[in-house]
Antibody, heavy 120, light 110 residues
Framework: QVQLVESGGGEVQPGRSLRLSCAAS????????MHWVRQAPGKGLEWVAI????????YYADSVKGRFTISRDSFKNTLYLQMNSLRVEDTAVYYC?????????????WGLGTLVTVSS | QSVLTQPPSASGTPGQRVTISCSGS????????VYWYQQLPGTAPKLLIY???QRPSGVPDRFSGSKSGTSASLAISGLRSEDEADYYC???????????FGTGTKVTVL
């Protein structure tokens, strides 16, 4: 069965960096687009970024553009999110999620999430 | 970043039918499929409806989705206590090359 397991979350000071990882299993990782989605405490879902299956295209939400970088390693079946210049408002649970297609159509599977807290 | 508009809350008694609306624009719902997610307290979202009106295996047929123009809706019939959760609609947005979520609706079973 499809499994997505995030790791790398924690508490960090504003301005610092953090890298999240998402280990994928139970499906052919290289055949699907992959997303990061976040949810601030008590708030709704916010889409963060997507990377197409072949790595040809990456797109970001305006709120993270220029600070976050999505990448993937198809040999390790792992998705990453490099987060630089972190801000207090980046505090959230970060979910890794699979798209139903090779690009962007819709999300079908979600990981359990990893909490990132940005605080001084 | 644009978001899809949902009512903040909806409620009903056990057995009743509840409908949640989701309003978007020509660049998101108007030109792409709508997905719906259920998020129980303290858990990750779960896919409820895909491609506007399709149910994944394991999702009860009490849940149904529809889409018309730039709006969509989720209906829950035969409301049960375990349906108490937050519900989100979502769609790709062609103008942003990204994905947009609805504002979320909290369903309460009275």
């Amino acid at each position: 069965q499809v499994q997505l397991v995030e790791s790398g979350g924690g508490e960090v000071q504003p301005g610092r960096s953090l890298r999240l990882s998402c280990a994928a299993s139970g499906f052919t990782f290289s055949s699907y687009g992959m997303h990061w989605v976040r949810q601030a405490p008590g708030k709704g879902l916010e889409w963060v970024a997507i990377m197409y299956s072949d790595g040809s295209n990456k797109y970001y939400a305006d709120s993270v553009k220029g600070r976050f970088t999505i990448s993937r390693d198809s040999f390790k079946n792992t998705l990453y999110l490099q987060m630089n210049s972190l801000r207090v408002e980046d505090t959230a649970v970060y979910y890794c999620a699979r798209d139903v297609s090779i690009a962007a159509a819709g999300i079908d599977y979600w990981g359990l999430g990893t909490l990132v807290t940005v605080s001084s | 970043q644009s978001v899809l508009t949902q009512p903040p809350s909806a409620s009903g008694t056990p057995g009743q039918r509840v409908t949640i609306s989701c309003s978007g624009s020509s660049s998101d719902i108007g030109s792409n499929s709508v997905y719906w997610y259920q998020q129980l307290p303290g858990t990750a979202p779960k896919l409820l409806i895909y491609r506007n009106d399709q149910r994944p295996s394991g999702v009860p047929d009490r849940f149904s989705g529809s889409k018309s123009g730039t709006s969509a809706s989720l209906a829950i019939s035969g409301l049960r206590s375990e349906d108490e959760a937050d519900y989100y609609c979502a769609a790709c947005d062609d103008s942003l090359s990204g994905y947009v979520f609805g504002t979320g609706t909290k369903v309460t079973v009275l």
